[in-house]
């Protein structure tokens, strides 16, 4: 079965640390995996996408790697902003006639001054 | 641009009444998602098209749900009837290549 579990569930860390969140997956065939931020209220933007050959990927402050022989991921936050208060969905992409997205239920995290 | 327009941003209505969402996508970009999401399920695809084509419906719930998209700049999401289990933010998002990039969702609550 086409699963992604996120972990933890919720984290709450001091402005300027860093954290790391995962992601396993059991998904076949994969395609890709996302990392999404989404604020309250809004709707998800996108932060990293990588496919299979690709094991580190980077935007600003956000990196995320990927093991796909373990098929896991982490997302990694350096230096934690106040702004960085979001949920963050990973989102493992298979293709298997037509495309299938399987989403992760998210982690909740909480960055406090 | 404007990114991905959704109209309307809140719908309340009565269980039974028909409910119909709308999106704009970014000009340009060639697949369009309908998404679901809620407290208790997270995120959800519902169905996304490709230049116009529906290419995956397998994640509309029921016949009860219906989606159109009758040109590049237009796509709408109908609920009839619509239920209280339909409560949720239904998002819509386009992408060009692989980045999608999602509105601002409409909330609808069914009473």
């Known amino acids: 079965k086409n699963q992604v579990e996120q972990s933890p569930q919720s984290l709450i860390i001091l402005e300027g640390k860093n954290c790391t969140l995962q992601?396993?997956?059991?998904?076949?065939?994969?395609?890709?995996l996302r990392w999404y931020k989404q604020d309250t209220g809004r709707g998800p933007v996108s932060l990293t996408i990588?496919?299979?050959?690709?094991n580190t990927k980077s935007n600003g402050r956000y990196t995320a790697t990927l093991d796909a022989d373990t098929k896991q991921s982490s997302l990694h936050i350096t230096a934690s902003q106040l702004s960085d208060s979001a949920s963050y969905i990973c989102?493992?992409?298979?293709?298997?006639?037509?495309?299938?997205?399987?989403f992760g239920t998210g982690t909740r995290l909480k960055v406090l001054a | 641009d404007a990114g991905v327009i959704q109209s309307p941003r809140h719908e309340v209505t009565e269980m039974g009444q028909e409910v119909t969402l709308r999106c704009k996508p970014i000009?340009?970009?060639?697949?369009l998602f309908w998404y679901r999401q809620t407290m208790m399920r997270g995120l959800e695809l519902l169905i996304y098209?490709?230049?116009?084509?529906?290419?995956?419906d397998s994640g509309m719930p029921e016949d009860r749900f219906s989606a159109k998209m009758p040109n590049a700049s237009f796509s709408t999401l109908k609920i009839q009837p619509s239920e209280p289990r339909d409560s949720a933010v239904y998002f819509c998002?386009?992408?060009?290549?692989?980045?999608?990039?999602f509105g601002p969702g409409t909330r609808l609550l069914v009473l």
């Open positions: 998002a386009s992408s060009w290549e692989e980045t999608q990039y």
């Open positions: 992601c396993n997956y059991t998904v076949s065939p994969f395609s890709n």
């Open positions: 990588m496919t299979f050959s690709e």
């Open positions: 989102v493992v992409g298979a293709t298997s006639g037509t495309y299938k997205y399987i």
């Open positions: 000009s340009g970009h060639n697949s």
């Open positions: 098209f490709n230049n116009n084509v529906p290419i995956d």
